[in-house]
Every structure is written in C-alpha cells, then in structure tokens.
C-alpha cells in the first residue's frame, strides 16, 4: 500500500525545537517532503542535515510569523521548491505565564503576535494556495490551555482559545476539500516553559510538568495521524496529554 505521506509537501512553523522539531523529523522519515520555519537558523540548518543525512528531503527558511512578508515568503518557498503545499502546521508559539497584574504587556503583545496573528498570517499565505490547487489541511497546535483558564494563564489562554475558534472558522469556511486539524496538547517536554519570567507562576509551572510531561514525539505522532487519513476524512481536534496531567 502507497504510505500516505509520502512525497507530501508539509510546511511547518516553529520547527527549530520542541513539537514541531519532533514533528518535521518524523514526517520526514515518513516519506513527506518537510519544509522548516523558525527564526534559529542554525538549530533549522542542524536539523535539516540530520534529516538529509538519513535520506529524508527537507529544507529551512528563516522566519518571524510576527512578520507578514515572512510567512509569505516561507509558504512561497515552499511551494517553489516542490511545486505545491500539502500541509501548514502553525505550529510556533510562546507562552510567557504571569498574573495579569504583573501587567507585562510586552509579553502579551508578543504571545498575540506569535500565537494568533501567526496563525492567521500563516492562513492568508496557504489558504488562496490551497484553494488553487483544490486541495490542502491547515493545521493549527493550539493547547489544552485552549480549553480551560489556569491562575496566571489568562493571555496565554485567550491565544489558545482564539486559535481554536479561528480554526472552526476556517473549516467551515474553507469548502469541501481542504481539511482543518486543532492539536490541543497538555504538558510536553520542550522547551516552552523556559522561557517564563522566574516567580511563583514559572515555579507553578515548573512543578505542573515535574508531575507529568509527554514527549514532543508524542505529539507529531497525532500530527502525522491527522496527515495521514484520506482525502474524505477530516480529524478536527485532538486533545493529547500525559495520562496524568489533571488539567
Ligand atoms: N510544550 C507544551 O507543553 C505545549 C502544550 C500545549 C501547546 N503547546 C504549543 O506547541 C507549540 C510548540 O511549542 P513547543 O512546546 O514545541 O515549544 P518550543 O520548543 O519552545 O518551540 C517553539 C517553537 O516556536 C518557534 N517560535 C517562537 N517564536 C517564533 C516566532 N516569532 N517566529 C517563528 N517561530 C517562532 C521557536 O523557534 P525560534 O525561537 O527558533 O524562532 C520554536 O521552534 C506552541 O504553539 C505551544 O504553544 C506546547
């Protein structure tokens, strides 16, 4: 049987660490043709020889979603370089925990731009691809945070909610056929925590993923899961975490 990965052309944001690291090298194994997107260019540059070096195609654009003409231009070379686009995962984010009275508005701004103005500018490059070809999946990691508000988690979760609603939007606004996926992860081992501010929020944090974390494999596992179901078959949402994990 044809492995249904194979040769699809999969454009993934935030792929220099974490989940969508995890998820490029395990699409890329699986046949499909990845193209990585993030601003650490030697992290991306490192990756993709490794994926090269086992057979695997595989290229990186430097790219800031908080920058329209960015994402533009990544989905641009992705589609110079192989001719179409199968798949976007919108997949960069920040998550910078902390009370709103902290009133660290700099790290609101920048969790809007990265988490939902990302994703959005990332659907203005792919979606009139998409519909050219007549045919594509967006799909978008959101979070469990996405589902239910924690203490300190408020902007952080206003992206992630956002993410899900701009998500059901698109499928249904996006016809017929081109697919519309949410992941809603729980606590996964990257590095997203690390870049929380130190104080009681960052040790609550700390202490949450001390109790129970997955693997970001874990994840690109259900992504390639939503890949991989035919043309006709649609996988909305999957909410994954740690067995453990309460919230
Ligand atoms: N880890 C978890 O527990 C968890 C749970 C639920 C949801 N998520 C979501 O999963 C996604 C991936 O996060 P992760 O856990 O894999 O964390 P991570 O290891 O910190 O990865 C985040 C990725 O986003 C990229 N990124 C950040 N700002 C960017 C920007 N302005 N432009 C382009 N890329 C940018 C980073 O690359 P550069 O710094 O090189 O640009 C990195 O590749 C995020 O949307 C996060 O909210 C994670």
Redesign the pocket.
């Known amino acids: 049987m044809r492995n249904s990965l194979q040769g699809k052309v999969v454009a993934i944001?935030?792929?220099?660490?974490?989940?969508?690291?995890?998820t490029a090298r395990l699409l890329a194994r699986s046949g499909a043709f990845v193209v990585l997107?993030?601003?650490?260019?030697d992290?991306?540059s490192a990756i993709v020889a490794d994926i090269q070096r086992e057979g695997g195609q595989a290229i990186s654009f430097e790219?800031?979603?908080?920058?329209q003409g960015?994402v533009q231009a990544f989905v641009d070379g992705a589609v110079k370089e192989f001719g179409h686009l199968d798949v976007l995962v919108?997949?960069?984010?920040?998550?910078l925990v902390a009370p709103l009275s902290d009133l660290k508005t700099d790290q609101w701004d920048?969790m809007i731009?990265?988490?939902i103005k990302?994703v959005l500018y990332g659907i203005a490059a792919a979606l009139p691809v998409m519909q050219a070809q007549g045919s594509g999946h967006v799909i978008n990691?959101?979070?469990?945070?996405?589902h239910k508000v924690g203490l300190g988690f408020a902007v952080?979760c206003g992206?992630?909610f956002a993410?899900r609603a701009i998500s059901e939007g698109f499928r249904q606004e996006a016809g017929p056929n081109i697919r519309s996926t949410i992941?809603?992860?729980?606590?996964?081992?990257?590095?997203?925590?690390?870049?929380i501010s130190a104080g009681p929020s960052k040790d609550a944090v700390d202490a949450m993923?001390a109790t129970a974390?997955i693997s970001?494999d874990a994840?690109a596992r259900a992504i390639q899961y939503a890949i991989s179901q035919t043309p006709d078959v649609d996988v909305n949402e999957i909410v994954i975490?740690p067995t453990a994990q309460e919230f």
């Open positions: 944001t935030g792929a220099s660490s974490g989940i969508g690291e995890a997107g993030a601003r650490r260019m992290r991306l790219l800031d979603v908080q920058q960015q919108n997949n960069a984010g920040v998550m920048r731009d990265v988490n990302g990691v959101s979070s469990v945070a996405g952080y992206t992630k993410v992941i809603s992860p729980g606590a996964v081992a990257t590095e997203l925590p690390t870049h993923y974390e970001a994840v975490r």
